[in-house]
């Protein structure tokens, strides 16, 4: 009688290995999550920032004009139908034939002072929301890739500016300037609780400014076809109180913190060989890519892959094995990254705050 032999225990890498498998699958279970909205919160009818709500009031007088609009004339159409009476052949609709009075205010007056009202609140609202009432507190420059975000606050010297990606830090009750242009093709950026769409146009420089009334996280996203990834190209605006906003911005200009462990030592030295460091930069390292995103202070930001996946470490670690199936087409190849180096490497993104 043969004796059943008793299954192999898996050994630590291959445990890893199998973790790191189901963080895939977990991201992939994630990612439909954020489709569906949960990652991202975007309100395209919230009125928090100054010129969203200028936007915003403009949009609703033209739906609600358009509306009644259209179920006044349903109703005319509906009475005509009902009174309707064969009128005698070559006569002709003139002054004083009954409804003739109908056609006049019905047909020429009434949409002619329709139309010059919208035509004056249009024109308002351009004027309220070409320029701020006051000096902006800060410019930060947005910068379109295919597809993620890069945000840039330029500083009074190199080490004063700051590099980060798919998240705006602004201070609450504050306009800032935002300076917009790309690096490939025509993207559009568009926080719609905040202000209306603006385009990324390859060659030039756009402007426009925000200004959020409280604090909070406002979901934004790319509202022009990019391409494959278009729909998975996010953003997210947080206004901080200016207190926090200051402390944000100390921090960010602070230099990656350093390896103070075996781990994060070796996760380290695995960022800086294993090609990491050829498409990322990291401040106070010898990491200087310009390819993918700044990773200084990766560990600070709340998504990743511009706001496909929440910033976990599992999320992290299947990014790096395989992105592109979670992300096909993007710029972030797959890694073959052995499981004990793939532990090493999140454990020192991690501290990268």
């Known amino acids: 009688m043969r004796r059943r032999r008793k299954p192999k225990s898996p050994s630590p890498s291959e445990r890893t290995m199998t973790r790191a498998r189901w963080g895939g699958a977990g991201a992939l279970a994630a990612l439909g999550i954020c489709a569906a909205g949960a990652c991202g919160p975007m309100n395209t009818l919230g009125r928090d920032g100054v010129t969203g ?9 033209l739906v609600i004009t358009s509306c009644a609009v259209v179920l006044i004339i349903t109703v005319l159409v509906c009475i005509a139908a009902f009174k309707h009476h064969q009128a005698a052949p070559g006569n002709a609709v003139v002054a004083g034939t009954p409804g003739f009075e109908w056609i006049l205010w019905g047909g020429m007056l009434i949409p002619a002072v329709v139309l010059v009202v919208a035509f004056f609140l249009t024109i308002g609202t351009l004027n309220a929301v070409a320029a701020p009432e006051r000096a902006p507190a800060a410019t930060i420059a947005v910068v ?46 568009w926080v719609p609780e905040l202000a209306g769409k603006t385009d990324l146009i390859p060659g030039q420089t756009n ?88 990773l200084t202070h990766i560990a600070s930001r709340t998504t990743i892959a511009a706001g496909t996946l929440p910033n976990t470490k599992g999320n992290l670690m299947a990014w790096i094995v395989d992105a592109q199936a979670i992300k096909p087409g993007s710029d972030m190849p797959t890694m073959a990254v052995p499981s004990r180096d793939l532990l090493a490497l999140a454990a020192y993104l991690e501290t990268l705050k």
């Open 207 to 294: 402007s426009m400014w925000i200004e959020a009334r409280h604090a909070g996280v406002f979901g934004g996203t790319c509202g022009e076809f990019c391409g494959a990834q278009h729909a998975h190209m996010q953003i997210r605006v947080i206004a901080d109180p200016p207190d926090r906003y200051q402390a944000w911005l100390a921090a960010q200009r602070e230099p990656a913190a350093g390896a103070t462990d075996p781990t994060t030592a070796d996760g380290l030295r695995v960022f800086m060989t294993s090609g990491c460091a050829n498409c990322h930069s990291i401040r106070g390292t010898r990491a200087g890519g310009g390819v993918g995103p700044d």
């Open 144 to 189: 379109g890739h295919q597809w993620w975000w890069e945000v840039r606050y330029e500083g009074s010297s190199p080490d004063q500016s700051i590099v980060t990606a798919n998240e705006i830090h602004v201070p609450v009750g504050e306009p800032v300037r935002l300076e917009l242009s790309t690096n490939d093709v025509i993207h559009s950026f």
């Open 53 to 61: 709500s200028s936007e915003t009031s403009l949009g609703w007088f």
